[in-house]
């Protein structure tokens, strides 16, 4: 009786196994791509869809355009990631649930050891072992700007090479899946215990890298034709660097995960860090700009109205109708820097300078001594 129970149990899993392994959305279709299609054309793909199915440009058939636009949004998600791309090739949409998108912990086993491991089912597998994938080392890139560009914005384009996993095996170094074994030295752990008598009585053991595998723990039968088993290769791209408005020299605009892609590895970061070349008329403080301002000393003692040209072209009117001291600064509201996320500026500070003549005749002297007497 037992043994019928566990037999029916068995066949009862097997089935549920095998339908949510196969049963699961078909993301590749979802988005219009062959199954071996490369990061780029993922990309391409999802952002071609996405502008198509926005529920803005779809006022006419908002719910079905906005179901639509969640499933390729979905499906570009995991597609777009190595780690969960693998898993769902592998196991399917459930399998990416039950491991919750990435190496959570989740066995998937030959039903026959999960049903009978510990005398029952495992779905949990030990989250305790679990390791942290390891993470690439961030490139940063300085990127030369102009105050204008901190003023105004501006937008960049920069051819991005790096390394990539390979579009054909995705990182196995394989040709096929079937390609692969375990090895079986060291039986897919990578290590080897070494056993050694020092004498009667004595012996030692030692843990070593698997010589046979090299401490991967499988061995591929037949290399990727594309990367001849590199795992790797070259690609390009370009990236688009938008500096904001009254974005500061020194800023840090960050592309995640967009350095270079390595086996079990996430990539590093992307970072490009904003410096500012001099301006021969403005020097930025903060968020206020100063500038100079050169008078005649007429100018200085009657008043003035001058214009300066800003960063954007347009003239600053600057009037005076008192008397300007030599080295005296004046401030314009609101006329400096933006403020980065702000819809504020800073303020633009004047410094004045006064030019006087070289020298002056005796009658204009004697015009002066009678003014300032």
Same mark, same amino acid.
């Given at each position: ?11 009862? $899993? ?16 979802? =988005?219009?791509?062959?199954? &071996? ?12 869809? *996405?502008?198509?199915?926005? %529920? ?20 570009? !998600? /995991?597609? *777009? ?5 693998? /898993? ?13 998108? *990435?190496?959570?912990?989740?066995? $998937? @086993?030959?039903? $026959? ?9 495992? $779905? ?42 390979? *579009? ?8 096929? !899946? ?21 004498? %009667? ?14 401490? @991967? ?10 990367? @001849?088993?590199? @795992?790797?290769?070259?690609? &390009?791209?370009? /990236? ?20 270079? !892609? ?7 970061? =992307? ?27 007429? &100018? ?14 347009? %003239? ?8 300007? /001291? ?7 509201? !609101?006329?400096?820097? %933006? ?35």
């Amino acid at each position: 009786m037992k043994t019928t129970v566990l037999a029916l149990l068995l066949l009862l $899993f097997l089935d549920s196994y095998f339908v949510f392994v196969t049963s699961s959305a078909d993301y590749y279709s979802l =988005l219009g791509v062959h199954k &071996e299609a490369s990061a780029k054309q993922i990309k391409k793909a999802y952002r071609d869809l *996405s502008l198509k199915w926005h %529920p803005d440009k779809n006022p006419d058939n908002k719910e079905v355009a906005e179901q639509k636009f969640m499933e390729i949004s979905n499906a570009y !998600e /995991i597609l *777009s990631n190595a780690d969960k791309r693998k /898993i769902y090739d592998q196991y399917g949409e459930e399998g990416l649930k039950n491991s919750g998108g *990435s190496d959570s912990g989740f066995n $998937f @086993k030959n039903p $026959f050891d999960i049903f009978f491991e510990q005398g029952g089912f495992n $779905f949990g597998g030990d989250r305790g072992n679990k390791q942290q994938a390891n993470r690439g080392q961030d490139l940063v890139i300085p990127l030369q700007v102009t105050l204008k560009d901190l003023y105004l914005g501006r937008v960049y384009q920069v051819s991005h090479k790096r390394q990539v996993l390979c *579009s054909k095996c995705r990182g196995t170094g394989a040709e096929h !899946e079937h390609s692969i074994e375990k090895c079986h030295v060291c039986k897919g752990s990578g290590t080897r215990v070494v056993t050694q008598q020092l004498g %009667p009585g004595f012996i030692t053991q030692t843990q070593t890298t698997c010589n046979h595998c090299g401490g @991967k723990g499988n061995i591929i039968k037949s290399v990727c034709p594309h990367c @001849k088993g590199k @795992k790797v290769e070259k690609g &390009e791209e370009q /990236i688009t660097v938008r500096i904001e408005q009254g974005m500061q020299d020194g800023h840090r605009i960050v592309f995640d995960q967009q350095n270079d !892609e390595n086996p079990n590895t996430v990539p590093g970061d =992307l970072v490009f860090v904003l410096s500012q070349v001099p301006n021969q008329d403005f020097t930025r403080q903060g968020n206020n700009l100063h500038c100079s301002l050169t008078i005649t000393l007429l &100018e200085a003692l009657t008043g003035f109205t001058k214009e300066i040209k800003h960063l954007d072209g347009r %003239p600053v009117t600057i009037q005076r109708t008192e008397v300007t /001291i030599p080295g005296q600064t004046l401030m314009i509201k !609101e006329k400096g820097m %933006p403020i980065f996320e702000s819809y504020s500026h800073g303020d633009l500070y004047v410094l004045i300078t006064v030019l006087f003549p070289r020298e002056i005749n005796q009658a204009q002297a004697k015009v002066l001594r009678q003014i300032f007497a």
